[in-house]
């Protein structure tokens, strides 16, 4: 065998000098697929390309977090009362806030229409037989009309609204018979709230109501009837959440809604504070001190009076 040999470097200016390759002589490269050497033989292969590194996946972007509260209507920069915390948007998925213009369909803006109406009829905003002009409703509420439409149905299953065919629909004015009638539903829904608080509550909720108590004794001294029917509205409000019946107090919710002008008049009635007043006073007695026949007893009482009151009334402007 013989032994393998460096093949020389191209000549330089000198001309080819033989021997081992020094520093600046290349070794032979292997042949080629046509038994070709590199070098001087011919032009060298062209290098092969660099790999293209593959492009990195995406990172998909977090998504925001959706606010604790929900957004601002467009038409009136009021926040809304939303139990559920989502975001105002429609069935896209876009925001539909001021920077669209566009009101509120669906379920959404059925939701918003609804709640909004409720609340001014049970704050007595609304009059009983007050028109509800769809258009004009659907514009301040920021709405789609159809949304609008599908709330007036709601708030008519409730008892707050009446449509009238060819006529549209109008806030539901209650008789003195109908006032009367729903008074006596409560008075067993509201002392079954009241026996319950009685079973249930806390030092604390028995000292948040005998701080009602207080509020109410002044209020009564100074003469502020206004605040008076405030502070009677919480008194009941507090005593159905301290008794856990949600039941008792969903269906009490409708009913109260349908007498907000009954109790109003009411309460501005010329010395109906000073006589309600001790009848307050012994449900909150009876709650505080956890005597639920007592306190169940104590609220029949009050409203078997304020049935009276009501039928008084009736005879002085009708007499």
Do not use: W
């Not at 390309?49 to 998504?63: F, G, K």
């Not at 599908?150 to 006529?167: K, Q, S, W, Y």
């Amino acid at each position: 065998m013989h032994a393998a040999r460096d093949e020389t470097s191209e000549a330089g200016p000198e001309g080819p000098t033989a021997g081992p390759a020094g520093p600046e002589t290349r070794t032979a490269a292997p042949a080629g697929p046509g038994g070709r050497t590199a070098g001087a033989a011919g032009p060298p292969d062209p290098p092969e390309p660099e790999p293209v590194p593959a492009e990195p996946e995406p990172v998909p972007a977090e998504p925001e977090p959706v606010p604790a509260e929900t957004g601002r209507d467009a038409a009136t920069g009021q926040r809304l009362a939303g139990a559920t915390g989502q975001r105002l948007a429609g069935a896209t998925g876009q925001r539909l806030a001021g920077a669209t213009g566009r009101r509120l369909a669906g379920a959404t803006g059925r939701r918003l229409a609804g709640e909004r109406l409720r609340r001014a009829i049970l704050a007595g905003d609304m009059a009983p037989g007050q028109r509800l002009v769809e258009e004009e409703l659907a514009e301040t509420l920021g709405v789609t009309r159809a949304s609008l439409r599908a709330a007036l149905f709601d708030l008519a299953a409730e008892g707050l609204v009446e449509r009238i065919p060819n006529r549209g629909a109008r806030v539901r004015p209650v008789t003195l018979d109908e006032a009367v009638a729903i008074t006596e539903c409560r008075m067993v829904l509201e002392g079954l709230c009241a026996a319950k608080a009685a079973e249930r509550v806390t030092d604390a909720e028995a000292e948040r109501l005998r701080q009602i108590a207080g509020q109410m004794e002044r209020s009564v001294a100074d003469g502020e009837p206004l605040k008076y029917s405030a502070l009677n509205h919480e008194l009941h409000r507090l005593v159905r959440e301290i008794s856990g019946q949600k039941v008792a107090a969903g269906l009490l919710e409708r009913l109260n809604g349908q007498l907000v002008r009954h109790q109003f008049q009411l309460s501005l009635r010329p010395g109906r504070p000073q006589a309600s007043l001790p009848e307050h006073l012994a449900i909150i007695a009876a709650v505080a001190g956890r005597r639920p026949a007592e306190a169940e007893e104590a609220t029949r009482r009050h409203l078997r009076s304020v049935i009276t009151a009501l039928l008084d009334q009736d005879e002085e402007e009708t007499g």
